[in-house]
């Protein structure tokens, strides 16, 4: 009876231990949560604030001397003098003297004014009595009576109407009279009929001059009087104008007409 009551005590002290080593062996294969440190303390205390330094004297710097007076001083001094430019302003503005400025002219041609030298045994009697008209039409015209040289003068061309010298004749006789359209047209009609002849178209020049400049347009007639010395340097009526109008300058109005 013993026995079996030890027996019995055994085997439940067993199976005990052999639970226990169940126990034991479940919680040693189970996972096991991370060590975490403890939290330090949080201590309420005030931190006292960092001592202030005291502020740092700066010592007082040295003083320069003038940099800017100095070296203004040496830029003077070794500069050198700039050359004296040439006096270009006087030598541009200077005005060409009469010579520098006036065209070279060619020498003065031959009188070509007589009429009747004109008339050779060639000459047609039909031109021969045009040209002895138009020579004395010019003589009145010259002795002041414009009007009776017209008369005398417009005859020539009835006679012969390819008289270019009755056409020269008629224009200054209608200049004097002081029909100056009616005088360039005559002018325009003996210049194309004398374009071989510069004694002629010179004078032909220096009248058309004549009536601009009766007409006020002064630099048109200084054209034409310049053309007429271009041709002719020894025409008289050109030379003579261009001589007046140089010795009394127009002014600008009565230039731009």
Known sequence: M?????RKFIASREILGSVAVLVLAMFGCAPQPPYRPPAPPVSTARVPPAPVAPPVKESPRPTLPQDSKIREQDVRTKVPPTPPTPNTTTESTRQPSASE???????????????????????SPQRAASLRLTDEGRKILDAGDPSKALSRLEKTIVIDSTNAYGYFYL???????????????????????????????????????????????????EASYNQALRLNSGNRTAVDALARMQADPPTSQSAIK
């Open 171 to 221: 224009a200054k006789a209608q200049y004097r009279m002081g029909r100056y359209k009616e005088s360039l047209n005559f002018l325009d009609i003996a210049e194309s009929r004398l374009g071989a002849e510069p004694f002629w178209l010179a004078e032909i020049h220096a009248l058309r001059g004549e009536n601009y400049r009766a007409q006020g347009q002064l630099q048109r007639a």
């Open 2 to 6: 013993l026995k079996k009551t030890a």
């Open 101 to 123: 400025s006036a065209p070279v002219l060619p020498p003065p041609l031959a009188d070509d004014s007589s009429l009747l030298a004109k008339i050779t045994p060639g000459t």
